[in-house]
């Protein structure tokens, strides 16, 4: 256990439906992050939150909303996916050490959302 | 943005041979360079890290090389075992901001 849980493993939904995943870290990390992980192109950097702050969009599509409450909470609302966005999504967190870097970043172990 | 490219995307070897994986950055201004290692159906962990003002690191089996001036670092894996069979992904960061993963690369040892 990495101290970084995401619920839920697996997740089925309809094009239709309105589903959220959620992330949780209790290892005190300022920075959180959501990737997205398929087969043609592992580990794609979605979204990146600093004191709670949006810092990185990497033009994700609309139907993606981060919302981030506190900096151990970090949610990805989903609404009206197509069945490409069918993939793993990771999150992650780490502690920002400002001019110097970052620590290593620690990962959930991921939700398995299927689009159909 | 920060690019990272990673080569080879599939790497086969035999037991006890050496494994190297060369990943090229894009931003001089990136400062930390970690790799990690997923094994099928689990998460990415770090298996070893680098930051800008060390040319290389090492930690058993495994070690990591910066070349700065060339933007490119790679990882060294000695004695392969089997169980060193997974994806490795290599990183570049300059803080919080990115963290930027290469393609990743299939390693599989062979017995």
């Given at each position: 256990e990495t101290g970084v849980t995401q619920t839920?493993r697996?997740?089925?939904?309809?094009?239709?439906?309105?589903?959220?995943?959620k992330c949780e870290q209790h290892l005190g990390h300022?920075?959180?992050?959501?990737?997205?992980?398929?087969?043609?192109?592992?580990?794609?950097?979605?979204?990146?939150?600093?004191?709670?702050?949006?810092?990185?969009?990497?033009?994700?599509?609309?139907?993606?909303?981060?919302?981030?409450?506190?900096?151990s909470?970090?949610?990805?609302?989903?609404?009206?996916?197509?069945?490409?966005?069918?993939?793993?999504?990771l999150c992650a967190s780490?502690?920002?050490?400002?001019?110097?870097?970052?620590?290593e970043a620690f990962f959930g172990q991921g939700t398995?959302?299927?689009?159909? | 943005?920060?690019?990272?490219?990673?080569?080879?995307?599939?790497?086969?070897?035999?037991?006890?041979?050496?494994?190297?994986?060369?990943?090229?950055?894009?931003?001089?201004?990136?400062?930390?360079?970690?790799?990690?290692?997923?094994e099928?159906g689990k998460r990415p962990q770090l298996?070893?890290?680098?930051?800008?003002?060390?040319?290389?690191?090492?930690?058993?089996?495994?070690?990591?090389?910066?070349?700065?001036?060339?933007?490119?670092?790679?990882?060294?894996?000695?004695?392969?075992?089997?169980?060193?069979?997974?994806?490795?992904?290599?990183?570049?960061?300059?803080?919080?901001?990115?963290?930027?993963?290469?393609?990743?690369?299939?390693?599989?040892?062979?017995?």
């Amino acid at each position: 256990e990495t101290g970084v849980t995401q619920t839920p493993r697996h997740l089925v939904m309809g094009m239709t439906n309105k589903k959220s995943l959620k992330c949780e870290q209790h290892l005190g990390h300022n920075a959180m992050y959501w990737y997205k992980q398929s087969a043609k192109k592992p580990l794609e950097l979605m979204f990146v939150y600093n004191f709670k702050e949006q810092t990185e969009n990497n033009s994700v599509p609309s139907r993606f909303s981060p919302e981030c409450p506190n900096s151990s909470h970090l949610f990805l609302h989903l609404h009206t996916l197509q069945p490409e966005d069918s993939a793993l999504y990771l999150c992650a967190s780490s502690q920002d050490l400002g001019g110097t870097g970052s620590t290593e970043a620690f990962f959930g172990q991921g939700t398995r959302l299927t689009v159909v | 943005g920060e690019n990272v490219e990673q080569h080879p995307s599939t790497l086969s070897v035999q037991e006890g041979d050496s494994a190297v994986i060369k990943c090229t950055y894009s931003d001089s201004a990136s400062n930390y360079f970690p790799w990690y290692k997923q094994e099928l159906g689990k998460r990415p962990q770090l298996i070893i890290d680098i930051r800008s003002n060390v040319g290389e690191k090492k930690d058993q089996r495994i070690a990591v090389t910066l070349n700065k001036t060339a933007k490119h670092f790679s990882l060294h894996i000695t004695e392969t075992q089997p169980e060193d069979s997974a994806v490795y992904f290599c990183a570049a960061s300059k803080g919080f901001q990115t963290l930027v993963f290469g393609t990743g690369t299939r390693l599989l040892v062979s017995p």
